[in-house]
């Protein structure tokens, strides 16, 4: 089935109007949606985004107090006929105060042809999947080809979530190096991915040591309308790759604005987060998208010792390129409830 009859498919399963498909974290999760196809779906929504082929505005943001907020996220993609909106919630006190995850998020998808909903479901686990899939796919592009030693900063599923994926985005890979400023939570990934990841896992002795000795650093921490820098810019080495998905809030400015080639997923994007505050300093104007590199319209990696930043801070039109391969394998497979609207 293409992209383009997916209308038609959810008809052959839902009477659109009356019913939608209901599926929670653990449904989504089961699917098992293979890499491949995650790979191609958000080369895909980059390289559309980017070509000005899909609608998506900037995320929309309240703050309940300075360290929680929620975001909106509507998307619409006319190729894959996919439509929907994003609602997510960061708490970062909700596990000390809660017993929750610090992170919610749900998707409302709606069909194409009517605009009337045909599945809610569960966000985190897609987040959680294609986060570290844009990450490997930035790696490609813009990492050295001979590039050994990844460095995550950050050990919460979404930084976990980067270990099984990691090879695919660097097949010279020899180390993975970890840090959190949780030691357990070090112990932890390490005793969880070992067995996953084709090459030793090791902890980082410092921040600084992971900084200095990762050829890709990748960082996926909390962040907040108040970021306080932790890495120095005299740590980063010359050609390294950093790809961030906490908006690179632990970086001092000006390791950012001497990088040779600071690539965003959305300049519209990065223009609202400025100015909602989310960076420390000044930082400079991005030189393209991702996805102008991915679909050939703007060069990647030039030279070696450049050293390449690369903040994909999430946009919906990644999430809105999953969400109906996971509907269609969901109604194929009876995963899931239809409930009446």
Not at 74 to 83: F, G, Q, R, V
Not at 107 to 130: F, N, Q
């Amino acid at each position: 089935m293409s992209e383009k009859c997916f209308s038609d498919f959810v008809r052959e399963h839902l009477n659109v109007g009356h019913e939608m498909l209901y599926l929670t974290r653990e449904d989504v999760k089961s699917l098992n949606i293979p890499k491949e196809v995650l790979y191609e779906q958000m080369e895909k929504a980059l390289s559309m985004y980017s070509a000005g082929s899909t609608q998506m505005p900037a995320k929309s943001h309240v703050f309940p107090d300075t360290h929680s907020v929620y975001i909106g996220m509507p998307a619409l993609i006319p190729e894959m006929e996919s439509a929907g909106v994003k609602w997510v919630g960061a708490y970062n006190h909700n596990m000390r105060d809660y017993g929750l995850p610090a992170l919610c998020a749900h998707l409302l998808v709606s069909d194409y042809k009517t605009g009337w909903p045909i599945a809610c479901m569960d966000g985190v686990h897609i987040m959680e999947t294609r986060t570290p899939a844009i990450a490997m796919v930035a790696a490609r592009y813009l990492a050295r080809k001979d590039a050994e030693v990844f460095g995550m900063i950050g050990l919460g599923r979404e930084g976990r979530n980067h270990f099984p994926v990691v090879k695919d985005g660097m097949p010279n890979l020899k180390k993975v190096l970890v840090w959190d400023v949780s030691e357990a939570a070090m112990d932890k990934a390490i005793a969880d991915f070992q067995d996953i990841v084709p090459v030793p896992m090791e902890k980082a002795e410092s921040l600084e040591y992971i900084v200095r000795n990762s050829d890709v650093l990748a960082s996926a921490t909390f962040f907040s309308t108040d970021p306080k820098p932790t890495i120095k810019d005299e740590w980063v080495p010359k050609g390294q790759t950093i790809i961030v998905t906490d908006l690179h809030s632990q970086f001092h400015p000006d390791t950012i604005n001497r990088a040779a080639l600071y690539v965003v997923d959305s300049k519209d994007q990065q223009e609202h987060l400025v100015e909602a505050g989310y960076f420390y300093g000044t930082i400079p104007e991005p030189h393209c998208e991702l996805g102008d590199i991915t679909s050939g319209n703007h060069p990647a990696r030039t030279n070696d010792d450049d050293i390449i930043v690369a903040n994909p801070s999430g946009m919906a039109v990644d999430d809105f390129a999953v969400s109906p391969i996971v509907i269609k394998m969901a109604l194929e497979k009876g995963v899931g409830r239809i409930l009446p609207l």
